[in-house]
């Protein structure tokens, strides 16, 4: 949209472009993993916690994987996932990142 405020003089211009993104998706409930599940204990939940390192396939195409032991990841050779995830829901984290709990 333009025009002239004086003629052969002074013009106008204006534009407006607007972009609105709905995703359409329903607000879901997210949780902050327990004490025993951030130090790897998982025993308390239904699913069973397999070991990535221990997957074998046969030449027929079936792959199997190893449990971990009563649903407990061990923190060695996993010890650095475990100390992130420590760190990240720790209470000293939640104080310095507020915006991030509620």
Not at 59 to 75: E, H, K, L, Q, Y
Not at 83 to 99: F, K
């Amino acid at each position: 949209m333009g025009g002239p405020i004086v003629k052969s003089k002074a013009f106008f211009f204006g534009s407006y472009d607007g972009y609105r993104f709905n995703s359409g998706s329903v607000p879901t409930l997210q949780s902050i993993p327990t004490t025993a599940a951030r130090t790897g204990n998982f025993s308390g939940f239904p699913a069973v916690i397999y070991d990535p390192n221990t997957t074998a396939c046969t030449t027929s195409g079936v792959c199997s994987r190893t449990p971990f032991a009563d649903n407990i990841i061990p923190a060695k050779p996993y010890f650095a996932g475990s100390e992130i995830a420590a760190i990240l829901s720790s209470r000293s984290h939640q104080r310095e990142h507020p915006e991030y709990y509620t």
